[in-house]
């Protein structure tokens, strides 16, 4: 008789972020990001993990101040420092900006945690440039 090994429960919630194809177009947005909530701290080490490798490393984050929670200036995110900044305007409220020094800048559409998947869909196809 053979024993087999319970399948492996899933490592975490897979990661809502769909980024717009490599352009040398400029674009307003170049993705979107669907996270579960608005603590910082629980959301940007998924973010960060999930981004492509050819973005470098991301060392500065921006988020609106007004929808997440409070965050501290700094956190380490894989051995490495990122820079968190909380805006406090509205000059971009529903996006959050990556910077990678020697790499680029990227703003994503943050869809907010309580939308719907049918509602969320259309939201992250119209900012990747796919909707009508």
Do not use: F, I, K
Not at 14 to 19: D, E, F, G, P, S
Not at 44 to 62: D, I, N
Not at 107 to 125: G, H, S
């Amino acid at each position: 008789m053979t024993a087999t090994a319970p399948p492996s429960p899933p490592t975490g919630p897979h990661l809502r972020l769909r980024l717009a194809p490599d352009s040398v177009l400029p674009r307003r947005l170049d993705g979107a990001w669907w996270p579960r909530s608005y603590d910082l701290l629980a959301e940007l080490p998924q973010l960060l993990a999930g981004l492509p490798s050819a973005w470098g490393h991301v060392t500065g984050v921006t988020v609106n101040g007004a929808a997440w929670s409070a965050a501290p200036g700094r956190m380490l995110v894989c051995d490495r420092v990122v820079c968190l900044r909380q805006a406090a305007g509205r000059h971009a409220p529903d996006s959050v900006v990556l910077l990678a020094p020697g790499h680029g800048r990227w703003d994503l559409l943050v869809v907010p945690p309580d939308t719907t998947e049918e509602d969320a869909e259309p939201l992250m196809t119209t900012a990747l440039g796919h909707g009508t």
